[in-house]
């Protein structure tokens, strides 16, 4: 298992030399870190670095990579820019990890629903939002966490203390 994780997780294009500079001033600067650490050191240079905006951003020139434009020339996004940048900037460091989507959905999202004697909630894509998953190979499971800093609680409920499995989304 570890060995689909380590081939599939840790891949990174070419073409990133503003978050491989990144990378590296992070590993001269602190020497060797934990993966708790490297996560912490990651999530701040990206809020160091990059503003969060879901509104005006620029075009990508053509030819050019949208994680690298975001992190080397425009320094503003939203979830998916912040959490791409995450992810590329974890594999370059050795740690493998992925790039997920789905839902915000809170308990108080939950109303009770009389005609199915349960409850209901209504999810609009307005909720949508990305995030990292790491790898953690002593636990054989999986933690996510919010580089945006957007969905705070998606990180205290993802980092609860339950590893989820590493499985293969299509």
């Known amino acids: 298992y570890n060995r689909y994780v380590q081939a599939n997780y840790l891949n990174v ?27 912490a050191q990651i999530k701040d240079t990206l809020w160091k ?45 050795g740690i493998p990890a992925r790039y997920v989507t789905g839902y915000v959905i809170w308990p108080d999202d939950f109303k009770v629903d009389s005609a199915s004697d349960g409850y209901r909630a209504d999810v609009t894509g307005y909720r949508g939002h990305a995030w990292v998953e790491v790898y953690n190979a002593s636990h054989m499971g999986a933690s996510g ?26």
Request: net charge negative; glycine share 8%; charged share 20%.
């Open 49 to 93: 670095t990059c503003t969060y905006q879901k509104d005006n951003l620029e075009s990508v020139p053509d030819g050019s990579n949208v994680i690298e434009d975001f992190f080397g020339r425009q320094r503003k996004g939203y979830c998916t820019h912040f959490a791409s940048a995450g992810v590329m900037m974890l594999r370059m460091a």
């Open 145 to 170: 966490y919010d580089p945006s800093g957007q969905r705070a609680d998606i990180q205290l409920s993802a980092n609860s203390g339950k590893q989820q499995p590493f499985r293969k989304y299509r």
């Open 13 to 39: 294009p070419d073409g990133l030399p503003s978050l491989e500079a990144a990378v590296q001033v992070i590993q001269d600067e602190n020497g060797d870190l934990s993966l708790s650490q490297w996560i």
